[in-house]
C-alpha cells in the first residue's frame, strides 16, 4: 500500500493537521463483523484508523471514507485523513470543510448530501459546499459525527461515492446507525490512547533535565496540566524543590511567577516575544536576581515548546523553561558528550556550551569561532542526532546520559 504526507493548513502553520493519501486496496468480504475486527485494530496501528476507512469503504461501497480528527479552528485544519480523490488545495480543503453542513449534526445523527440537496433552503445555505462537490462529481455524501466527552475529541466520519450509479440507501443508514455504538466505544478508546501518550511524552520532558528545573508554560504564564483533573503540573522535581523553598521562584493561581517583580515582569515579556508569530526568536535567556541572603541568582532559558500534532492544540502555544542556580553547572563534560555521540571534539565542546544554557553567539564568543562556524556545526550535530532545535537536542543529550 502506498502512503503519501502531505500538509492541510490554515492561515497559521502551527499545529497543522495532515492529509494521508492511499491507494491500492485489497479485496474483503463485505461482512459487518470483518468491519468490526479491522475496527478493533486499527486502534493500535500505525497510522491510526487508516485501514478501518479503507474497509469501510468496501463496506459501503464507496470511493473515499474521509474521517476529520479533532475539531478543526481557523488556524488548523486539524488531522485528515483520506483517499486521493478528494485532495485539492490544502486550503481548499480547510474553505470546504468550515462549510460543510454536516458540521452542524449531533453526537450520532446521520445524514447523506442528498439530503441537503432535496432542502431548497439548505441548498441556498450551503451552496459553495454543493458546488465544490457538484465540480467533483459527487453522487452522494453519507455524514456521521461523534463526540468522545472525556477527551474532547471530535470524530467526523464522511463516505463518499463519486459518479456512482446510486446514491446510498435506506440499508446504508441503518447499517451506518448500526455500527454507531462501536464507533463511539472506539472513539473512547482512542481518546484515552491520545491523552496518556500526551501525558507520557509530556512526563519524559520533565526527566531530561538532569537536577535542572523544567516546566512547560501556556501564554498566560499558566503551568500546563497533565491531566484533566489538574493534579499533576507540567514541572520536574527540581522545578518542584524550588518552588516548594520559595528560592526565586513561586506558583499563584497555577501561574508561574518570580518572586523578583523586574524578572517576573520579564518573564511576561519573553513569552509574550517568543510566541509572536512574526517573531524569528525561539529561545531567550536572562538572570532572576536572588531574593534572600545566601541564595544564588537563578539562570533562565525559555524556548518555544511543541507538542506533536496528533495530541492537539488546547492549551495554545507554549514555551518550555529550564532553570537552574547561576553557580550550578551540569555533570556533563565534552568527553562525557563525545563518549555516547560520534561529535567531533569541537562539536562537543559546543554542545556542553548549549547544555550551560549559552545561546549559540554566547557559545561562539566563548570558543573564539565565528558565527558561521558554530551554525555549520550545529548543522553536523543536527544531522547526527536526527533533531531540529536547540531544545530538542539538549533534552535529547541529556536524556541519553541521564539513562546510563
Known sequence: MRHILARALGPSNSFGGYVLITSGIKKMNNNFEDLLLVLSQTLVEQPPWESFLRA??????????????????????GLIISQERTVSTPAEIVETYHGSPFLQLTDG???????IREQPERYHQ????????NRWQTTDILAINIKDEDSGTHFYFRLVRYSHPSEFSEDDHKALQKLYPHLKAAAAIYGCLVNQKRQIYLSDKTTTTLG????????????VQLNNENKVMMLNSAAARLIKNQYGIGIKQGKLVFLDKEANAQLQTTIARL??????????????PA????????????????????FGDSDGPLVSLVIRDKNEKPNLSAEVIAGYFDFTPAE?????????GDSLAESAEYLGRSKSTVRAQLSSIFSKTGTHKQHQLISLIMHTVGSY
Open 126 to 133: 450551503f451552496n459553495g459546499y454543493l458546488e465544490f462537490h
Open 275 to 288: 510566541l509572536d508569530i512574526d517573531s524569528e526568536e525561539e529561545s531567550y535567556k536572562f538572570e532572576v
Open 212 to 223: 535542572f528545573g523544567f516546566l512547560v508554560l501556556k501564554s498566560n504564564g499558566q503551568i
Open 348 to 356: 562537543s565542546l559546543l554542545v556542553e556550551r548549549l547544555i550551560m
Open 109 to 115: 445523527e446521520i445524514c447523506s448530501l442528498k439530503g
Open 56 to 77: 469501510m469503504e468496501r463496506f459501503f461501497d464507496c470511493q473515499n471514507c474521509v474521517l476529520f480528527l479533532r475539531t478543526p479552528t481557523e488556524a488548523d485544519a
Open 291 to 310: 531574593t534572600r541572603d545566601g541564595d544564588n541568582n537563578l539562570l533562565v532559558m525559555i524556548n518555544t515548546f511543541s507538542m506533536p500534532p496528533e
